[in-house]
């Protein structure tokens, strides 16, 4: 079955700057990949996804960008704030509107005023 | 807006205990999940529903089982509680509309088998 890796576990930047958390995908049937964030204590919530027909697709400060072929896709998120601040999950589905969503292990974000 | 509602937000348990976690939608959405989350480990998927009375086996079913009656309310139950169980166990909802893939969650289920 998939099996989708998250890295890094662990993110401290400065207020400001940008952040990267990467992900990779094993199956290459997979062709939906969502974003969620989940703010402490709170429930997980979809910030941002991409499909497999493009490349890169960006949300004001969070952009994804999707590497088919090194099965590996990215968020950026460009000039930080506190309230981004959060744990993020990357996941992958083989199906644009069904199948079952299979999750990275989380980043947790913290961004330092 | 959709709720999905977890009946327990804290639950503690005795090893052997059966275990009963309750999720109901109310936006008539036909796909249910339920997720442990664990530290370092992420979001794995234990069972999920496409509709009512349909279950498959996600990544961790052993030691779990699930109940789709109605298509509001998804159960997950633990039929023997064992400490290695103790998790945050979050339930969610789908539509299958067309152009749909956002999962919404509930607010989770805490447990700590003792």
């Known amino acids: 079955g998939e099996n989708v890796e998250q890295h890094p576990s662990t993110l401290s930047v400065q207020e400001g700057d940008s952040a990267v958390i990467k992900c990779t995908y094993s199956?290459?049937?997979?062709?939906?990949f969502p974003w969620y964030k989940q703010e402490l204590g709170k429930r997980p919530q979809l910030i941002i996804d991409i499909r497999s027909n493009v490349g890169e697709k960006k949300d004001q400060r969070i952009a994804v960008t999707l590497n088919k072929t090194a099965k590996h896709f990215s968020l950026h998120i460009t000039e930080t704030q506190p309230e981004d601040s959060a744990v993020y999950f990357c996941?992958?589905?083989?199906?644009?509107?069904?199948?079952?969503?299979?999750f990275g292990q989380g980043t947790e974000l913290s961004v330092k005023p | 807006d959709v709720k999905v509602t977890q009946s327990s937000r804290y639950l503690v348990k005795r090893t052997g205990e059966k275990v009963f976690l309750e999720c109901v939608q109310d936006m008539d959405h036909e796909n249910m999940f339920w997720y442990r989350q664990d530290p370092g480990l992420g979001l794995r998927l234990i069972y999920f529903?496409?509709?009512?009375?349909?279950?498959e086996k996600g990544d961790i079913p052993e030691g779990y089982s699930v109940s789709r009656e109605k298509k509001e309310r998804f159960s997950l139950i633990l039929e023997s509680a064992s400490t290695n169980q103790t998790s945050m166990y979050l339930c969610?909802?789908?539509?299958?509309?067309?152009?749909?893939?956002?999962?919404?969650f509930g607010a989770g289920s805490r447990l700590t088998v003792l």
């Open positions: 969610a909802s789908r539509s299958t509309a067309s152009g749909a893939n956002v999962l919404t």
């Open positions: 199956d290459s049937a997979s062709n939906y």
């Open positions: 529903s496409y509709d009512v009375k349909m279950k």
């Open positions: 996941a992958a589905s083989k199906n644009n509107q069904g199948g079952k969503l299979i």
